[in-house]
């Protein structure tokens, strides 16, 4: 049985996410003991961000994303990162109090900016513990984001997260690839789904091409503009799923509107993978997790990237482009016209098939990387096991 730490906060959602779903696959595959670390926890006795403003630091990021106020955020990491260099000591402190009384044989961190930190302080009190840094953007905002040259092993999901990782002096031996982002389990499971029954019963036409507009678990405020921008310029055959997330003031804003569009709005959900088989193509922001999500269940996707774009997201927009598994605007404004043209004939075929083309299940590939580490074999391709019939009828269910 290997004892193994999983360290996650909840900055966003798809730190939890990647966290809850590796642990769920490492215990369903068997010999691993999986303890989630909730980072934010460790770190309130000096948070800064709760001594100034009263909020935990995960919190004013959370609410950050909420209201839109990305603007400038490359120079609000620098700052950040300033902060987390300066209270490195009393980090330090903290964590080699927790690791004394760990049992942990390895340490995954799904967590960004404090990757140097768990490095020093296992090497200081936990030596023989192995610390894995599992990447969920696609890619790495160097320097000092996910990737440091402390003695860390790599799993990522992109050339050029692999490509980054060479550059800041991590050898090949500790770096390792996998096919994609990791995802939960439950987009690789067959879901029984009468599409047009289920968009009739929620108020859809069963035949209209619909989009599923989501902007992470914290929503966005751009959702109503985007639906204000189609019901004025764009196509009259197209209609909506809103998922809100967490943000119930948007959800109630969005069921008040009247549109001429049919439309319908969900709030938080874990239901995901649902939603995403009523519909033909995706809208939102370019998260890694959303974006790999929708092209797992073989979405067309537009995503905005612009001024607001969150600087470790920006490269997922150049991503979706460089795979043509969709198209990439500048903002709301431009939404109109990129419906217009993902309805063009022979567009959402083209799209989908190349998502189609794209098999990501790094979810059950990182467990045996894990083991090679900890065994102290790490060198040699990434095997996964085949795909299980219940993967297979998914896959073919989006065909």
């Not at 404090?114 to 320097?143: C, E, G, H, M, W």
């Not at 033909?280 to 979405?299: H, T």
């Amino acid at each position: 049985m290997i004892n193994t730490d999983i360290v996650f906060f909840d900055a966003g959602g798809g730190h939890r996410a990647a966290a809850e779903a590796l642990r769920l696959v490492m215990e369903e595959q068997g010999g691993w003991k999986t303890r989630l670390v909730n980072l934010q926890e460790l770190m309130d006795p000096i948070d800064w961000s709760r001594q100034l403003t009263g909020l935990r630091m995960q919190d004013m990021y959370n609410l950050m994303l909420k209201k839109g106020w990305t603007l400038g955020t490359p120079q609000t990491v620098r700052i950040l990162q300033f902060f987390i260099h300066l209270l490195h000591p009393r980090q330090m402190r903290l964590l080699e109090e927790f690791w004394s009384s760990s049992r942990a044989d390895l340490v995954v961190s799904v967590v960004p900016h404090f990757n140097r930190a768990f490095a020093q302080s296992l090497l200081k009190v936990k030596p023989a513990t192995r610390f894995v840094t599992l990447l969920t953007d696609i890619a790495d905002y160097p320097p000092h984001f996910w990737i440091e040259p402390e003695g860390q092993y790599i799993i990522c999901g992109s050339d050029r997260a692999v490509a980054q990782a060479r550059e800041l002096g991590i050898c090949d031996g500790r770096i390792f690839q996998t096919s994609g982002m990791i995802l939960h389990p439950r987009f690789y499971q067959h879901l029984p789904c009468d599409q047009r029954a289920e968009r009739r019963n929620r108020g859809l036409d069963p035949d209209l091409p619909t989009g599923l507009v989501l902007f992470g678990g914290q929503g966005s405020d751009a959702m109503i503009e985007i639906a204000e921008r189609l019901d004025a310029e764009g196509p009259h055959n197209v209609q909506l799923i809103f998922i809100c997330g967490r943000n119930e003031k948007l959800a109630a804003a969005l069921r008040r509107r009247r549109s001429r569009m049919r439309n319908f709005v969900e709030g938080f959900t874990s239901q995901i993978p649902f939603y995403m088989l009523l519909s033909d193509f995706f809208i939102g922001k370019p998260g890694p997790g959303s974006v790999s999500e929708a092209v797992a269940m073989r979405l067309p996707v537009i995503v905005e990237r612009n001024a607001w774009t969150l600087p470790q997201e920006r490269y997922n927009a150049q991503w979706v482009r460089e795979k043509q598994l969709g198209l990439v605007i500048r903002g709301p404004h431009q939404i109109s016209g990129a419906v217009k043209k993902m309805l063009e004939r022979g567009n959402l075929a083209r799209y989908r098939a190349q998502a189609a083309s794209i098999r990501n299940r790094a979810v059950y590939e990182i467990p045996g990387i894990l083991r090679r580490i900890v065994e102290g074999t790490p060198d040699g391709p990434s095997l996964a096991p085949e795909p299980s019939l219940a993967e297979r009828s998914l896959s073919e269910q989006r065909a």
